[in-house]
């Protein structure tokens, strides 16, 4: 059996894709390699779906993309974080910091009074 | 890169989008094989991990912000294909839309020209009529706004509601320039507030102020219109301070109005305009009278003054200002009357029309039934796209399993749709055009041109954009939907091939062909009211001899005559014009039958008192007219000023005055009004009632009186009766008189023409509903025919069976016309029911028949059932030829 695989929240996506982005230009294949090592395959990521976000990213500003040959010796679309995408990156990990924390107060409160 | 930037490179940005999603399936499958899976399951895994590829893709044109347009781009490429693949439907489709919405458009140009565009002054809103407002009453009917000047002068006085009271009177034909050179042109004279209440700025010269219209005024100054300078002088502004002959006195041109500024009546236009004061001198009794009732009276309200307040402020002077303008002559009873008189103020930012009052309940009736056709067409459209969705489930059912999206679907089916209404609109405001001027061309008659200004407003393109969007959405919207409610597998399974076909697949086209039907009688139903009304109209005998009669009018103005003289003058142009041969006989009267002019005064036989309309008349007036006199005699030659005065009354008088009992001998008493005394007549003979102004309304109570007896000046027309040809009959009267007195100016009309000129709005009622009626009843047809041979072929295999089972060709015709019968019948009955509630909208339009008339009703239904019936007859019959062998392999 495999590990048990765990849905995406909501809008991580982008926030791993940033976080992908900060080891420097990379391509869509890698990046999808990237977060399923990191996560030592325990999140559940549809190949496909990475693609609207990396496009969305880009429209947004937060990433830029351009062309280069990858290490196969094929042409491949590169992605690289911007400043903008850099501050992004910054400031939605604090969120995401202070979420998790809130929430795991949260349920550690409650775990102490149901025992 | 800008969205449009990246748009521009779409093809480009399509080739990466694909280039990079193959890149990472491809280092997947790379992956995988090295990982040790075969080539083919290293593929198959790769693409499941990846997902619908058609999908991602769609998401990613999405994120990327220009998706809608490129989707958009692209349906409509995608419509353009497909509608070229099929011209003979896009040509039907765009043609019925073009028609209908150019219908459509313009009527709505015509109710925009006359009714809904503003006056080109500023701040028309502003402007106001003021007019009597307990009408009728003292000879003031409920269209007729005109004042007396002494009123006028009266308001301007005492009023604080307006910032500048004006009044105006136009007039058809003013004679202009000299001699030869001289024409009739349409003249206008107005007050000294006009041209700076309306806050007009001349074009070249300047306009009248104040100063121009005092009292007794001897400088005459005109100002001419736009196209009237540009017609008669160039448009060279030295046409300012040249002189121009106007009714034979000289005038200096003062300046021109604005390019757009017609004039404050819609529907007619004017040459020149005078101040009033120079008519003071030709007419003076015109600016005194206090019976008169000829200056239209506007005003601008003050800033900040609303209409209602004027309006109350009007009605609260009114007392005051009809009493110091009390007419003299009167009985107390009419000066009663004349007291209760009210003054109010009502919108006029859009100016005044005749044609408005006339034809408003029309055109907003001919709006309605060329929306209603438009409807039907719809239909069809919606029909023919239902049955092409149909064709193509199963393209749909394919596009939705590769993952396209259902509402990508109704899109793409709408962009059909919205090419077909676009094209539609953009045809059919180009044939609103043609239309409108063809129904002005319609109006248009000998007397009578109306002058409308029909350029293209943003009223009208906003219109014709909704009316087209309007129409997209209802032959566009059934189609759209049914292509996304496909069922992938189904659709894919079963396209074409069961034997039999569920009856609720049809029920858009069932439902669709039952509006059309409904539709159609309501339009059938008006178009037989009103050509009924016009026939009835027609073929009314108006009790007088309308074929063969000519109508001349006699202008003596140049003749310089005395008036004791006029009178002789009068006989005697009736006996020259008897002399010629041609002519079987002539009389003089002083009003033309059914041309809306109308003469009445009080009466009073004992203690019965009445109005009784009042003509002068030479003897022989009623043996040229043909109407009987069924009792007593006609006026003789013996019946002069001096003798006792005899009258000729109608039987309607008879009636209301006498109660009906023998009335020769017997005498009654006219009540006194200016330059008509007090008179008492006695009564020589009786004749048939006759329509009086119009041929809608009952005789009312009339009387004839010798014309040699008229206290009012002479009279001023003849009705002249011949075999021979009118045109050449009127041609030898004007060279027989013109020899004889060269000065007298004479005009010539047919009497029947003019009759039947009065009768413009039902004839063009009577043939645009006709018209629009056929139309209706044959797009219904063809809609009925459609769905029905649609539904014959998809029953192919069923009808097959029934035949190799023994069913008889009269059998199969018998199931085909039971399913169309029940459709025409349900529609017939759905349309009756809202013809009876939308004939009363129509009810003061028609003429001798009921809205409810039942002939007319069952009429329509038949033809509609039997034209219906047809329909659905010519594809029920190719079924029961069908072979039953061919029918059942077909697929």
């Known amino acids: ?115 | 890169m800008t969205w449009w930037q990246r748009l521009w490179r779409k093809r480009d940005q399509e080739e990466r989008l694909d280039r990079e999603l193959r890149f990472h399936l491809e280092s997947r499958i790379a992956d995988n094989i090295r990982a040790g899976m075969s080539e083919e399951e290293a593929r198959r895994h790769a693409r499941l991990e990846f997902g619908g590829i058609e999908g991602v893709k769609e998401e990613c044109r999405e994120a990327r912000g220009t998706a809608w347009v490129e989707a958009t781009v692209q349906d409509i490429r995608f419509s353009l294909r497909l509608l070229r693949k099929t011209p003979a439907f896009t040509v039907a489709a765009v043609c019925t839309l073009a028609l209908g919405i150019g219908a459509n458009t313009a009527i709505f140009q015509l109710l925009d020209a006359v009714r809904l565009r503003n006056l080109p002054v500023p701040n028309p809103e502003q402007l106001a009529r003021i007019q009597i407002r307990n009408g009728p009453g003292f000879g003031i009917t409920k269209d007729f706004y005109a004042l007396t000047y002494p009123l006028l002068e009266q308001i301007r006085l005492h009023q604080h509601a307006f910032s500048g009271v004006f009044g105006w009177r136009s007039y058809d034909d003013v004679r202009f320039g000299e001699g030869a050179q001289a024409r009739r042109v349409r003249g206008l004279l107005v007050n000294g507030e006009l041209f700076p209440a309306l806050e007009l700025r001349p074009a070249a010269g300047r306009l009248f102020n104040r100063e121009d219209d005092r009292p007794g005024c001897t400088a005459s100054g005109v100002v001419l219109s736009y196209p009237f300078w540009q017609s008669q002088f160039g448009g060279r502004t030295s046409a300012i301070g040249s002189k121009v002959m106007i009714l034979d006195r000289p005038y200096e041109v003062v300046g021109v109005t604005p390019a757009r500024f017609s004039g404050l009546e819609v529907g007619t236009k004017f040459d020149i305009a005078a101040p009033v004061c120079t008519a003071a001198s030709a007419s003076p009794e015109d600016f005194t009278r206090r019976d008169f009732f000829w200056v239209t009276v506007m005003g601008r309200l003050k800033r900040g003054m609303s209409l209602r307040r004027a309006s109350d402020q009007l009605q609260a002077i009114s007392p005051g200002i009809l009493e110091a303008t009390l007419p003299s002559g009167y009985s107390a009873k009419v000066l009663e009357n004349y007291r209760k008189l009210r003054l109010e103020a009502v919108p006029a930012g859009n100016g005044i029309s005749s044609l408005r009052d006339q034809y408003d309940t029309s055109l907003w009736l001919l709006l309605g039934i060329t929306g209603l056709v438009l409807l039907i067409a719809c239909a069809n459209l919606g029909n023919l796209m239902l049955a092409r969705a149909s064709v193509r489930q199963r393209e749909f059912a394919v596009r939705l399993a590769l993952g396209a999206s259902r509402g990508r679907l109704i899109r793409q089916s709408l962009a059909e749709s919205l090419l077909l209404a676009a094209a539609g609109g953009a045809l059919g405001l180009g044939l609103a055009r043609a239309l409108s001027q063809s129904i002005i061309w319609f109006l248009t008659t000998e007397n009578d041109a109306p002058q409308l200004d029909l350029s293209t407003d943003w009223r009208m393109l906003a219109f014709t954009a909704a009316v087209a969007m309007l129409a997209c959405m209802i032959f566009g919207l059934a189609p759209a939907l049914r292509s996304s409610q496909t069922e992938p597998g189904a659709a894919i399974k079963s396209g074409g091939r069961s034997l039999t076909e569920g009856r609720e697949r049809f029920s858009a086209q069932r439902v669709l062909v039952v509006v059309q039907i409904s539709v159609s009688l309501v339009l059938v139903v008006g178009a037989l009211l009103f050509v009924g009304s016009f026939r009835n109209l027609m073929t009314l005998d108006p009790g007088f001899r309308e074929k063969g009669i000519l109508l001349a009018f006699f202008d003596t103005s140049r003749l310089k005559l005395p008036d004791a003289q006029a009178k002789s003058f009068e006989r005697q142009l009736l006996e020259e014009v008897r002399s010629i041969p041609q002519v079987e006989a002539a009389a003089t009267t002083t009003n033309i039958l059914i041309d809306g002019g109308s003469w009445s005064l009080g009466v009073r036989a004992g203690s019965v008192e009445d109005v009784s309309k009042f003509t002068w008349v030479s003897p022989g007036h009623f043996k040229t007219l043909e109407t009987p006199l069924l009792a007593g005699r006609d006026f003789s030659e013996t019946d002069t000023a001096t003798s006792p005065k005899v009258a000729i009354v109608n039987q309607t008088f008879v009636r209301r005055v006498f109660g009906g009992v023998n009335p020769i001998g017997r005498t009654f008493r006219t009540s006194p009004e200016p330059n008509y005394p007090a008179t008492e007549y006695q009564i020589v003979g009786v004749i048939k009632d006759t329509r009086y102004y119009n041929l809608r309304d009952q005789p009312p109570p009339m009387s004839y009186a010798p014309a040699d007896q008229f206290p009012a000046g002479s009279a001023s027309a003849m009705y002249i009766r011949s075999s021979a040809p009118l045109a050449a009959l009127s041609s030898a009267i004007q060279r027989r008189l013109t020899a004889s007195h060269p000065e007298l100016g004479m005009e010539f009309r047919v009497f029947q023409k003019q009759i039947e000129d009065t009768l413009m709005r039902e004839r063009l009622m009577a043939a645009l509903s006709g018209f629009f009626g056929a139309l209706a009843v044959l797009l219904a047809t063809i809609g009925l025919y459609g769905v029905i041979a649609y539904l014959v072929v998809r029953r192919r295999n069923e009808i097959g069976i029934r035949m190799a089972l023994g069913a008889s060709r009269a059998q199969v015709v018998g199931l085909i016309m039971k399913d169309a019968a029940l459709l025409v019948a349900i529609g017939v009955a759905i349309g009756a029911v809202c013809s009876l509630a939308l004939a009363q909208t129509a009810a003061s339009l028609l003429f001798g028949l009921k809205t409810y008339d039942p002939l007319t009703f069952l009429a329509a239904a038949l033809a509609l059932a039997a034209v219906a019936g047809l329909g659905s007859y010519l594809p029920a019959r190719r079924a029961s030829r069908l072979d039953p062998m061919t029918a059942l392999r077909y697929e």
Do not use: C
Not at chain 1, 5 to 17: A, E, N, V
Not at chain 1, 68 to 84: C, D, I, M
Not at chain 1, 90 to 98: C, G, N, P, V
């Open chain 1, 1 to 115: 059996m495999d590990t048990p695989r765990s849905d995406l929240p909501q809008g991580t996506l982008d926030l791993l894709i940033l976080k992908v982005a900060t080891l420097g230009p990379i391509h869509g294949y890698a990046i999808a390699q990237r977060i399923q090592q990191i996560s030592r395959d325990a999140l559940l990521v549809q190949q496909g779906s990475l693609y609207p976000a990396l496009h969305r990213l880009e429209n947004r500003g937060l990433l830029a993309a351009e062309w280069k040959e990858s290490e196969t010796g094929r042409e491949a679309k590169f992605y690289r974080l911007t400043a903008k995408g850099r501050r992004q990156l910054k400031s939605e990990t604090e969120d995401w910091h202070r979420l998790s924390a809130a929430v795991g107060l949260i349920l550690r409160l409650s775990d102490g009074e149901s025992s």
